[in-house]
C-alpha cells in the first residue's frame, strides 16, 4: 500500500508520529524509503514514532508492506490513520494505490496444543498450584462465544477445579463479561455474545467472585478492543470488595433480580444500585425490548421510577419478557449506577437457545 501526502516546510524537523489504525495481519511499514517499523499481527494499534529528520517539504511517502494470511487483508475500517507532526494532524483515510506483490496456496490447517482440552492447563497452570494464591483475574470468553449454553458448564466449573488444585479455599475469581463487538443491529434479534455474558453473569452464584461489565468500551471492528483501563478500574472494585473485604465499596453495575407485570408495564427490580440508577448522558433509557406471548421483541420505552425501571411498548398489551442490551454489540446501552457502573446485560426469559456462532 503506497500514500503521498504534501508537508509545509514549517513541519520540518519537529516530532512526528504515524498511527496506522489496525492491519490485517502482518505489516512493515516505510516512510520516505526509510523503515520506520513492524507489527507482527493484526490487533495491536500501529504507532511508529518517526526519526525527526525523515518528514521533508513537500511531497512524502509512505508504504506499508501487508503480509496476509487469509480473508481479507489491508486496513480495518474505522481506526485512526493519521499523520502526526508537531502540532498538526494529516489524515490518512481514503484512497490508497496498493499493489500484489505475490500470493501462495493456502496453508493447511495446523492442531496447536493450547486447543486441546489441558493443553494450557498442564504446562501454565499446575505447575503453580503448590504457591500461595490471593486470588485470579479472568478476561475470555470471546473463542466461547459460538457455544454459550457449554460455556454455562464449563466456565464455573473450571473455577471450582482451580480451587479444589489450589486447596486453599474459595479463593476470589474475579472476571470480565465479554465486550461489545461486531456491527450493531437494528432490531432486537438473537445474539450469541449476549448468551455467553447471560452464561458469566450465572457464574456469580459461586461465592467470591466478581464481573466487571465491559459492554461500554468495546469496538465493533476490534474483538480486542484498546480501552483497558476501565477494565482494570472495575477489576480493582470487585478486588476491594472481594478479596480486600471493604464493605462500603460500590463494585458492580445494576443486575436484574426480579420483574413485576402490571397491565402492559413491565416493573423491573436491581442488585447493585449504588446511591441510584440512571441513565447515562442523560435522556431516555435504550436497548430495552419486550415481548408478549408470541415471543417476538421489539424496542420499548423505559424509565427509572424509584430505582427500579419500568419498561413497555404500545406494540404489546401483555408483556411476557424483557431483554435489555440483548446483542452482539449493544451500542448505547445506558443504565447505570450513579457510581458510573454499567448493567449487565440481562433477559427475564429462557425462550429458544441462541443461534450458532455469530464471531466473524
Known amino acids: 500500500f503506497r500514500k503521498e501526502i504534501e508537508i509545509p516546510a514549517t513541519l520540518v524537523n519537529k516530532p512526528a508520529q504515524l498511527w496506522l489504525g489496525s492491519i490485517v495481519d502482518r505489516d512493515s511499514v516505510y516512510v520516505n524509503s526509510t523503515f520506520v517499523g513492524a507489527t507482527g499481527y493484526q490487533y495491536p ?8 529528520n525523515i518528514v ?5 511517502v509512505i508504504v506499508a508492506r ?3 494470511g487469509g480473508g481479507n487483508g489491508g486496513f480495518v475500517k474505522d481506526k485512526l490513520y493519521e499523520l502526526i507532526v508537531g502540532d498538526q494532524k494529516m489524515d490518512l483515510t481514503g484512497a490508497w494505490q496498493y499493489k500484489l506483490g505475490a500470493t501462495s496456496p493456502p496453508i493447511s490447517g495446523t492442531t496447536f496444543f493450547q486447543y486441546q482440552p489441558g493443553g494450557l492447563y498442564n504446562a501454565l497452570t499446575a505447575p503453580l498450584t503448590s504457591y500461595t494464591i490471593k486470588g485470579v483475574i479472568w478476561y475470555q470468553g470471546e473463542s466461547n462465544a459460538g457455544r454459550p449454553q457449554e460455556y454455562q458448564q464449563l466456565f464455573p466449573a473450571v473455577i471450582t477445579d482451580w480451587r479444589q488444585h489450589w486447596q ?13 463487538f461486531m456491527e450493531p443491529k437494528k432490531e432486537p434479534g438473537q445474539s450469541t455474545w449476549a448468551a455467553t455474558r447471560e452464561a458469566q453473569l450465572k457464574t456469580l452464584a459461586l461465592p467470591n467472585t466478581a464481573m466487571a461489565v465491559i459492554t461500554d468500551v468495546g469496538e465493533w471492528n476490534d474483538i480486542h478492543p484498546l480501552n483497558k483501563q476501565d477494565v482494570g478500574k472495575r477489576l480493582a472494585l ?6 480486600y473485604g471493604d464493605k462500603k465499596v460500590v463494585y458492580s ?4 433480580e426480579s420483574m413485576k407485570v402490571d397491565g402492559n408495564k413491565v416493573t423491573l427490580s436491581f442488585a447493585h444500585v449504588g446511591s441510584g440508577l440512571t441513565a447515562k448522558g442523560g435522556g431516555k433509557l435504550k436497548y430495552f425490548a419486550v415481548a408478549g406471548a408470541d415471543k417476538k421483541f421489539v424496542w420499548a420505552k423505559a424509565k427509572i421510577e424509584k430505582n427500579k425501571v419500568v419498561v413497555w411498548s404500545d406494540q404489546v398489551a401483555r408483556p411476557m419478557a424483557v431483554r435489555y442490551a440483548w446483542a452482539d454489540n449493544p451500542e448505547g446501552a445506558n443504565l447505570y449506577n450513579r457510581e458510573g457502573l454499567p448493567a449487565s446485560p440481562f433477559r427475564t426469559d ?3 437457545p441462541a443461534p450458532k456462532s455469530t464471531t466473524p
Not at 486453599?168 to 461489545?180: E, H, R
Not at 453495575?253 to 436484574?256: A, C, D, K
Open 56 to 60: 521533508k517539504p513537500g511531497k512524502n
Open 253 to 256: 453495575g445494576p443486575i436484574y
Open 66 to 68: 501487508v503480509i496476509n
Open 350 to 352: 429462557n425462550y429458544t
Open 168 to 180: 486453599q479455599g474459595n479463593f476470589p475469581f474475579l472476571f470480565v463479561q465479554l465486550a461489545n
Open 45 to 52: 494499534p500501529r504507532i511508529y514514532t518517526l526519526p525527526t
Open 238 to 243: 470487585a478486588a476491594q470488595k472481594v478479596a
